[in-house]
């Protein structure tokens, strides 16, 4: 691994890695979720060892591409509302993407990747709350899409991702998110992206395989949401 330039105890970033590392079961893979950061805090992370990073806007993601280039090849995950004109841009940019919303993007996605030869690992994002401005699958729409995952080649379905709604007491969150393994496990899918900063010993306790964390390891972002 590059040697880089370590945190400082101004820098509490090497402290929560470490921190979280201890408290993660090894099924759980930790996304650095670096939108709003700058490549140098990337950077920074790089050099205590992630390489899991995290983006939800193309354009931010691409320009930190660029400024990263130097470093070993590191895994770029799609977080954010994926827009259907940007999809190209997407697919070029990101191995994986956590947000797969919808069957007419699952199927414009599909196009796109077989023309450009690639072969993306896809969460498919569920919605099992009403939560006004999130978007995602029902979970009985997922049901009777089911036998169709498998046609999506070349896309690689792997899991399901799902976002808590604000304001859900800390039981509720659990058992969202054990709603959300127990579909994933009834759709045959294995992974599962789930938990963010705030409730992610909840999404841990229910099987997450992916935890996105942005302010619980590099504290808060310089820019707007999402
Ligand atoms: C911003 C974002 C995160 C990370 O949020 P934090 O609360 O900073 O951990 C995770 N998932 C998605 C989809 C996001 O947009």
């Known amino acids: 691994m590059a040697e ?28 650095a979720v670096s939108k709003g950061q700058p490549s140098s805090r990337m950077r920074a992370a790089v050099a205590l060892g992630m390489r899991s990073f995290g983006e939800s806007r193309q354009q931010e993601a691409s320009l930190k591409q660029q400024e990263l280039a130097d470093l070993e090849p590191l895994d770029w995950h799609f977080i954010g509302r994926l827009q259907a004109n940007k999809a190209r841009a997407v697919l070029r940019q990101f191995g994986t993407l956590h947000s797969l919303d919808s069957w007419a993007l699952a199927e ?18 569920v919605k099992l709350r009403p939560d006004p401005g999130k978007t995602g699958f ?29 304001g859900l007491a800390t039981p509720e969150r659990l058992a969202l998110f054990q709603e959300c393994a127990a579909l994933a496990t009834e759709l045959g899918l294995k992974e599962l992206s789930m938990g963010m900063s705030n409730d992610w010993p909840e999404a841990v306790a229910a099987g997450s395989t992916w935890l996105r964390l942005g302010s619980a390891l590099f504290g808060s972002r310089s820019s707007a949401e999402p």
């Open 138 to 166: 029902g979970p009985q729409e997922l049901r009777q899409l089911g036998p169709r995952l498998a046609q999506l080649e070349p896309l690689r379905p792997m899991g399901l991702m799902t976002i808590a709604p604000q």
């Open 108 to 125: 414009r996605l599909q196009r796109i990747a077989a023309e450009e030869g690639l072969s993306p690992t896809v969460f498919l994002q």
């Open 4 to 31: 880089g330039p370590l945190a400082t105890a101004a820098d509490p970033l090497g402290e929560r890695l470490e921190s979280l590392r201890r408290q993660l079961p090894p099924t759980t893979h930790l996304l």
